[in-house]
């Protein structure tokens, strides 16, 4: 792996562990303000894939490399297609975990209450603050290592390293995810990566759609709720059936898009001085 490459992921799990376990160390458990859950010093964390990306994009690019990687976020005249698959592909992947779950148990799950257009709200709203995260593990991370493993390889290593970012999360109180188990939204969050990687290849480079994306997940996750209650081993298997499902019903997408997906190269946008992708063709 390039040196830039690791030093990429080493910052930017330095900076966020230290960030998020901050009000862990220096808060009491429940505070708020500077180094509680949700405040500044957390939030730095959030945004950390995509202020160590740029960084190094800066030193080894200049600020021409700086404003190619950024452009990429304004890379919005895509198929039509493509936005629906960004905003109905956590919906649509909660629905039919729920219809194996009617299958499975002969009743529906317990489905959310949130207004369909306060999820279209917060999606619009939340789109521009994936670019925290979206800057670094799509725009910068995903073209380096799949010039090395390919789209598909990169995509599902890409995957299990963007979910151990997320690691203390699952131990830190008052994250919402305190206890959850950590193994099945591995298995989900990889899932999810290859899906991610398809719709940037396929969008040719479009920081824009997989930030969309990015939040159309976060807010319609709990269409149908998964989570367990009263989860306190965040290391065990122990999950909904709605969670497992939601993973098998996310790995039988990724299995068909790492599919049509084979063979393809984004490595060499990296190489291009316009901004523009130089994609592979993609797979029929």
């Known amino acids: 792996m390039h040196i830039a490459l690791l030093g990429f992921f080493l910052l930017t799990f330095a900076v966020t562990w230290t960030a998020w376990l901050a009000p862990a160390v220096l808060a009491a458990p429940r505070s708020a303000g500077l180094f509680g859950v949700g405040g500044p010093v957390f939030l730095f964390g959030v945004f950390a894939p995509a202020f160590v990306a740029l960084a190094l994009t800066a030193h080894d690019e200049g600020r021409a490399g700086v404003a190619r990687l ?16 960004a905003i109905g592909y956590m919906a649509a992947t909660k629905l039919l975990a729920a219809l194996i779950h009617r299958i499975a148990l002969g009743e529906w799950p317990t489905f959310g209450n949130t207004p369909l257009l306060l999820m279209l709200g917060a999606i619009l709203v939340s789109t ?83 930030m969309l994306m990015h939040a159309a997940v976060n807010n319609t996750t709990d269409i149908v709720p998964a989570a367990m209650p009263n989860a306190v081993d965040a290391m065990s298997l122990e999950g909904s059936l709605m969670a497992w499902a939601t993973v098998a019903v996310s790995w039988v997408v990724a299995a068909l898009l790492l599919f049509r997906a084979r063979g393809a190269e984004i490595g060499a946008m990296l190489r291009s001085g316009s901004g523009q992708s130089q994609f592979g063709e993609p797979a029929v």
């Open 70 to 85: 950024l452009a990429r976020i304004g890379k919005w005249q895509v198929g039509a297609r493509f936005y629906l698959f």
């Open 128 to 210: 521009w603050v994936q670019a925290g995260e979206e800057v670094g593990w799509r725009g910068y991370a995903l073209p380096r290592l799949a010039t090395y493993l390919g789209l598909g390889g990169a995509s599902v290593l890409l995957g299990v390293i963007w979910a151990l970012w997320h690691l203390p999360l699952f131990f830190l109180h008052g994250s919402g995810s305190e206890g959850q188990s950590f193994p099945i939204y591995l298995l989900h969050v990889t899932a999810l990566s290859v899906a991610m990687s398809w719709l940037y290849w396929k969008t040719e480079g479009s920081l824009l759609l997989v």
